[in-house]
């Protein structure tokens, strides 16, 4: 059971250039989240989906593009890489409940540095 | 604004011990709250999910506990192991949105 799977694992970027980090769940999650986690900082949302064809802005989006057109991806696209841009970035999937306590899992990640 | 502080920003115990982490929260309307442990260079793993009702929940050597009316959270570690040593986060779930608050997490070492 492969889980939460993201690619690449590492990447730099120059300044300008464009790329999509990659999120696919095999759980059948339909709740899917990207986040990004600064050095020493908390993790902070980006962009959230409720499920295929539906995505919505969380703390962070500017800069940052998502799609969901299947249950399983999550791609996250850089559109303009900026030096404020490198981070670590988290993908994670969960399902909820009527009360919303559900577990949220997470892939390993990608590193993501622009130059 | 909703905002998730932890306590203390690092600790560093002798293997063996136990540890308290603390977890303050301001997040409204609150749907649940958990802990997450995140070892260097991995993605956060789940240690436990409370709801408004539960004040105390386990997972083996780790105990959380929940105190909705002071919006307070702490996760207790028994019999501390290297393999402890890891971020650990506390994550408050807004009701409704479902929208998650991540604090900063607390760095421990446990030390052999």
């Known amino acids: 059971n492969a889980g939460v799977t993201q690619t690449p694992k590492f990447r730099i970027l120059k300044i300008g250039q464009s790329m999509t980090l990659q999120c696919a769940q095999d759980m059948n999650h339909n709740y899917m989240y990207w986040y990004r986690q600064d050095p020493g900082m908390g993790l902070k949302l980006i962009y959230y989906s409720v499920g295929a064809g539906i995505t919505d802005k969380g703390e962070v989006p500017n800069g940052y593009n998502v799609s969901r057109s299947t249950t399983e991806d999550f791609p996250l696209r850089l559109e303009l890489a900026a030096p404020s841009q490198t981070s670590v970035y988290f993908c994670a999937s969960s399902t909820l409940s009527g009360t919303g306590n559900t577990e949220a899992f997470f892939g390993q990640g990608t590193r993501l540095t622009v130059v | 604004k909703n905002q998730v502080e932890q306590s203390p920003q690092s600790l560093i115990i002798l293997e063996g011990k136990n540890c308290t982490l603390q977890?303050?929260?301001?997040?409204?309307?609150?749907?649940?709250l958990r802990w997450y442990k995140q070892d260097t260079g991995r993605g956060p793993v789940s240690l436990t999910i409370?709801?408004?009702?539960?004040n105390t929940k386990s997972n083996g050597r780790y105990t959380a506990t929940l105190d909705a009316d002071t919006k307070q959270s702490s996760l207790h570690i028994t019999a501390s192991q290297l393999s402890d040593s890891a971020s650990y986060i506390c994550?408050?779930?807004?009701?409704?949105?479902?929208?998650?608050?991540f604090g900063r997490g607390t760095s421990l070492i446990v030390h052999p």
């Open positions: 994550v408050v779930i807004s009701g409704g949105s479902y929208i998650p608050t």
């Open positions: 409370m709801t408004f009702s539960e």
């Open positions: 977890c303050n929260y301001t997040v409204s309307p609150f749907s649940n």
